[in-house]
């Protein structure tokens, strides 16, 4: 609606008549068509336009809304993965220590289970780019769920997609004008589809909307959506139309191709909920695959070929098929380990191979001249890091805030982030102020000193108080499942005197209903069998 004040003020409608009327105190409103006349009680009469303020042009037709601008997303998501995926963070503690992900990438074995088969060991896929490709059960298969053990390449898989889609190098991926990856660990509760998508992946100066953008990916078969991390964050119900719950729930953007990556403990939890067209599980490497990964780690990372070979030579058959070096993340840490001191145990075992890490970042701390903390305050931080790890994992939280970590490390943050146990990252409550977050350096890292935690509180407990603590971090079967790495760096912590956890267990089982066993847990316990 606009108002008016010509020159003219008899013929286009605004005057002023000083004669009094009986009806000063009043007014009234008329006028035909798009024009409004308001006469007012002292005499003065407004008249409006109503064309001004309908979507009609002065043509008479409705203008369109302007077009989606897609090569300017385009262009921002491709600049967003260039700079963030393209390169891999070959150690989780140093940023700055970065490799061309087709230097070092090397592919895991893939295995597609069917939604009904009863072929528990499932088909072997060539390549991360056959999820798309359709079988009988499903031709066009839009939900699609990718699992597998903490630090088995899940998230590197992801780079390897998105990459090939910024490049344009994969032709299953040219179908999709848009791809979207999002990292679940970083999305609060509060947020939308929408939000996260802006928060993570673009920039804030472009020339849309995010209500622009939601309107171009509605009904939209070029869309593809990556969610990493099921297992590190809790999707709930939100009364937000476009939540991630209502995504994963096949309720909004069911044009739209969804990927959600997720731990083999969260497997049942997200299939109820998704019921994935397409089920994948990452198994990890080969043999053939973990030795063409450790000479690319000596050849491209730490120029010494020599040096990897003595490594192969020293990893046996039997630790070879044992599983613990077809971990990628455990793999990388022992060529690092081995790039150190050539002259270190190679172990099957995954305790003393975190063991080794930590002495092995706090040599590497040490030998800074600028840090003057004692051995007792680096180990009172270790401990206070374990503390905060066991909360947070019973609370399923990965993500902490500088309050949370000062909370329990009273010497600050500083020392933890420098050892490279915790990273540190700006997150922004609102544009103007940043808020520090702080993660583990790996998933993994946090349940092991989660478990050197609760190993160091077990031992130092009599019967009836160890019992209490063991029903209350794993009350049934459920939480075993989920929390079965930190278990595993317990039992690894007390060595011998695990035998009550395995007491424990026992207990666990013989109580639990078998037919909840079958339902809840099939996947799970499919996927271990030899």
Not at 128 to 143: A, M, R, T, V
Request: with cysteine; aromatic share 8%; glycine share 4%.
């Amino acid at each position: 609606m606009a108002l008016s004040k010509p020159s003219n003020s008899e013929s286009l409608g605004y005057t002023s008549d000083p004669k009094p009327t009986d009806v000063q105190n009043q007014a009234s409103v008329s006028g035909e068509g798009n024009i409004s006349v308001i006469a007012s009680g002292d005499g003065s009469v407004i008249t409006i336009n109503q064309n001004l303020n309908n979507s009609q042009d002065s043509t008479g037709t409705t203008p369109t809304s302007p077009p989606f601008p897609l090569e300017e997303c385009q262009d921002a998501l491709r600049k967003h993965y260039r700079k963030r995926r393209s390169k891999v963070q070959v150690l989780p503690w140093n940023k700055e220590d970065t490799v061309d992900l087709h230097d070092i990438f090397t592919s895991v074995d893939l295995l597609a289970h069917s939604k009904s088969s009863s072929d528990f060991k499932g088909q072997p896929l060539h390549s991360i780019l056959d999820i798309f490709n359709g079988s009988k059960e499903c031709p066009d298969p839009q939900h699609i769920l990718i699992w597998g053990a903490a630090g088995i390449g899940k998230t590197t898989i992801l780079a390897k997609l998105v990459t090939a889609w910024t490049d344009g190098s994969a032709e299953a991926l040219k179908k999709y004008d848009l791809v979207f990856e999002i990292a679940l660990r970083e999305v609060k509760k509060s947020q939308s589809l929408v939000d996260c998508i802006f928060s993570q992946l673009l920039p804030y100066d472009l020339g849309f909307t995010q209500d622009d953008l939601l309107e171009f990916i509605k009904d939209n078969d070029k869309v593809l959506i990556i969610l990493d991390g099921y297992d590190e964050f809790e999707v709930e119900e939100s009364h937000d139309i476009y939540s991630i719950y209502n995504l994963l729930n096949y309720k909004i953007l069911q044009k739209s191709t969804v990927i959600v990556t997720t731990t083999t403990t969260r497997v049942s939890d997200v299939t109820k909920l998704m019921d994935p067209d397409t089920r994948v599980e990452i198994v990890g490497f080969s043999p053939d695959n973990m030795a063409s990964f450790v000479r690319s780690w000596f050849s491209n990372i730490a120029k010494n070929k020599e040096q990897g070979d003595a490594l192969l030579q020293r990893i046996s058959p039997t630790i070879l098929y044992t599983g613990i070096l077809s971990v990628p993340f455990l793999l990388v840490l022992t060529c690092l380990l081995w790039e150190e001191d050539s002259n270190i145990p190679v172990s099957d075992q995954v305790c003393p191979l975190y063991n080794q890490l930590i002495d092995y970042l706090v040599a590497r701390y040490k030998r800074r001249g600028t840090n003057t903390e004692t051995s007792n305050v680096i180990e009172q931080t270790l401990s206070s890091l374990g503390e905060l790890a066991f909360d947070g994992l019973l609370k399923n939280t990965l993500l902490f805030s500088e309050e949370d970590v000062h909370k329990y490390c009273k010497t600050g943050h500083e020392t933890p982030v420098h050892l490279g146990l915790l990273l540190m990252q700006k997150k922004l409550k609102s544009r103007l102020k940043p808020a520090n977050q702080f993660s583990f350096s790996h998933k993994t890292m946090q349940e092991y000193f989660a478990g050197r935690h609760l190993a160091s509180k077990l031992q130092s407990q009599d019967e009836t108080a160890r019992k209490d603590t063991l029903c209350r971090c794993f009350p049934d079967l459920k939480s075993v499942l989920q929390l079965d790495n930190l278990l595993v760096f317990t039992c690894g912590k007390l060595g011998q005197d695990a035998a009550f956890i395995l007491s424990h267990l026992d207990d666990i089982y013989s109580e639990s209903n078998v037919k909840q066993l079958e339902e809840e847990f099939y996947t799970f316990f499919k996927t271990t069998l030899p």
